[in-house]
């Protein structure tokens, strides 16, 4: 079932509109312990508030835990509602927690970030890490309605808006030439709430585009990867040192992985590859890995949820050029870390 997409400047009567639309017996609120602090009492006033741990480390089934047995004590039946107000953490866990309880309750996102907008609460990923992995566990499962309040991004921090641009920056190269030449003249740090709005709107459609054609990532969903398999890798290579690094960050790194990869194996231009590097290399942190991380990061790439098991090669998303993805790409190890090697010199690592 598609999401209802909701673009407004007044969440709280909004919000209302579509609860009571919804004719739930019940209905909690999902939310962190950085978003609970700035929630306004007219956000639901009244409704069980069930707040987790912010951050990804926390995205895990003991946490998920907590939040069925918050909504076995609420008395949530299976005509309730879920309302996830968060990042992509919360989304991810809260519409896992919905999608599973009494084998699935409905649930709406309010998307408080970036991310959250363009990436986790649209097309009906959920799940929580597992064995040190991203998104091992997990369903497909909608959510009722998607809104998006742009005046929220007013709030927050400037490597929040970098870790939304990372995935705006996917899609404007699955989009096409024109959507990626307007990401590349674009200061993300100098953008208004409202034109921020407007660009993750726009890259809402890309993503919305793809998986209504695929709902279940059976085929062209697989595009919507370009990037995470070295920018997973990269991002729990970080959490296993304590030092979390927000997804998007690592996604925009992974991205010039998965195009200097794309032109060794595609022929993607190199006037893509250096603009992209160079937009990276300008806007966002150096990614901290050295060589000596490689087999590490083999491990944790071979373990992505893209691969096959028994097989000593990687599975990438790449470009034919831009808007022109190529899904299921076999990687060799060793070409791997010669784009590895590439990307430090290309991001000045």
């Known amino acids: 079932m598609a999401s209802q997409i909701i673009f407004t400047d007044s969440l709280a009567p909004v919000l209302e509109e579509t609860v009571a639309a919804s004719s739930a017996d019940r209905c909690v609120i999902i ?14 006033p009244g409704t069980e508030r069930i707040i987790i741990a912010a951050g990804d480390s926390d995205k895990t089934i003991a946490t998920a835990c907590e939040v069925w047995e918050a909504m076995t004590r609420a008395g949530l039946s299976r005509h309730s509602l879920a309302v996830n107000i968060g990042g992509g953490m919360v989304t991810d ?40 992995l991203k998104n091992q566990i997990g369903v497909f499962s909608d959510p009722l309605a998607v809104i998006v309040c742009p005046e929220l991004f007013a709030t927050l921090p400037s490597e929040e808006i970098l870790s939304g641009y990372g995935e705006v920056l996917k899609h404007a190269l699955l989009d096409g ?19 921020l709005g407007e660009i993750v709107e726009r890259s809402m459609k890309v993503k919305i585009e ?3 054609s695929d709902p279940f990532e059976k085929g062209l969903r697989k595009a919507l990867n370009l990037g995470h398999t070295a920018g997973h890798a990269l991002e729990e290579l970080a ?35 250096q603009h992209v590097a160079a937009f990276v290399k300008e806007y966002y942190p150096r990614p901290r890995f050295s060589c000596d991380d490689y087999p590490e990061m083999m491990r944790l790439m071979a373990s992505d949820k893209k691969n096959s098991a028994g097989t000593d090669t990687l599975n990438f998303t790449l470009l034919d050029a831009p808007g022109s993805p190529r899904v299921d790409c076999t990687v060799s190890r060793a070409d791997a870390a010669a784009a590895l090697d590439i990307t430090r010199d290309l991001l000045g690592v």
Not at 97 to 102: G, P, Q, S
Not at 244 to 263: D, F
């Open 239 to 273: 959490l296993e040192r304590n030092h979390p690094v927000p997804h998007g960050i690592s996604v925009a790194h992974g991205l010039v992985t998965a195009l200097v990869l794309s032109r060794m194996q595609c022929g993607l231009s190199s006037d893509v590859l």
């Open 210 to 212: 793809v998986t209504a």
């Open 177 to 195: 030439p024109e959507t990626l030449a307007e990401a590349l003249h674009t200061d993300p740090m100098a953008l208004s709430p409202a034109r």
């Open 93 to 132: 866990l809260g519409g896992f927690a919905a999608a599973t309880y009494k084998r699935g309750i409905r649930c709406v996102n309010v998307a408080t970030t970036v991310l959250g907008a363009v990436d986790a609460a649209v097309g009906g990923k959920t799940g929580v890490n597992f064995d040190g």
């Open 31 to 44: 939310t962190d312990t950085n978003v609970a602090r700035l929630l306004p009492t007219d956000i639901l």
